[in-house]
Nanobody
Framework: QVQLVESGGGSVQAGGSLRLSCAAS????????MGWFRQPPGKEREGLAC????????YYADSVTGRFSISRDTAKSMVYLQMNSLKPEDTAMYYC?????????????????WGQGTQVTVSS
């Protein structure tokens, strides 16, 4: 089992930045990758970025490429999502997720464990 706790959400004006944090605990040594997702009200969950545990390779959805950056601090069992140039359409609940087996980076069903989410609101 892996427990995930997100933090760092909040309200920001368009063009601003936020850094989300995800604290992982439990069987973190067995994870294949960590990912960030978001879900606006009334919409489906969208995969944003993931980082492979073994290589540290990162992957981004087109919607956030060039604006968001995923990183990790392995020693602290932390994963981060740096979000720059935020837009009102980035408003959503943001979730951290962990996958124990290889799978698709941006597909929610391919992840085993989820945090409770942190709200990000971007005003124009």
């Amino acid at each position: 089992q892996v427990q995930l706790v997100e933090s760092g959400g909040g309200s920001v004006q368009a063009g601003g930045s936020l850094r989300l944090s995800c604290a992982a605990s439990g069987s973190t040594a067995n994870t294949n990758r960590m990912g960030w997702f978001r879900q606006p009200p009334g919409k489906e969950r969208e995969g944003l970025a993931c980082i492979k545990s073994s290589s540290g390779s990162t992957y981004y959805a087109d919607s956030v490429t060039g604006r968001f950056s995923i990183s990790r601090d392995t020693a602290k069992s932390m994963v981060y999502l740096q979000m720059n140039s935020l837009k009102p359409e980035d408003t959503a609940m943001y979730y951290c997720a962990a996958a124990q087996r290889s799978g698709r980076c941006f597909v929610a069903d391919d992840y085993n464990f989820w945090g409770q989410g942190t709200q990000v609101t971007v005003s124009s």
